[in-house]
Nanobody, 130 residues
Framework: QVYLMESGGGSVQAGGSLEISCNASGPDFSGDGYCMGWFRQVPGKPKENVAGVLGLGATTYGDSVKGRFTISKDHATNTVHLLMNSLKPEDTALYYC??????????????????????WGQGTEVHVSS
């Protein structure tokens, strides 16, 4: 089991910024080579990829947030941070931290589909008003 503890979230005005964070821990936490990042979900829709950090450190973003959001990993605290700039009302969603364990053959290199994730946080709400 890997536990994902999310922090941040809240309400901001359109054009504003918000940072959410996710800390990984637990008996099955690898400490290295994992993928971790964020998906978001609105009612009636499946979880949508937001951003992820792959096992070797590369970052990837969903098309809707490219150029506005920045994801980073803090190795010292086993925490990923998502800085959301230029927020839009359509960014309003429940944001879930997600984790994919390393592959048997090497670091995690798969990100983008919620079905591929192994562990999830409880979700943190982000509301953007116009």
């Amino acid at each position: 089991q890997v536990y994902l503890m999310e922090s941040g979230g809240g309400s901001v005005q359109a054009g504003g910024s918000l940072e959410i964070s996710c800390n990984a821990s637990g008996p099955d936490f690898s400490g290295d080579g994992y993928c971790m990042g964020w998906f978001r979900q609105v009612p009636g829709k499946p979880k949508e990829n937001v951003a992820g950090v792959l096992g070797l450190g590369a970052t990837t973003y969903g098309d809707s947030v490219k150029g506005r959001f920045t994801i980073s990993k803090d190795h010292a605290t086993n925490t990923v941070h998502l800085l959301m700039n230029s927020l839009k009302p359509e960014d309003t969603a429940l944001y879930y931290c997600a984790y994919r364990r390393p592959e048997r053959y090497g670091p995690c290199s798969l990100w983008g589909r919620y079905q591929d994730m192994h562990f999830w946080g409880q979700g943190t709400e982000v509301h953007v008003s116009s």
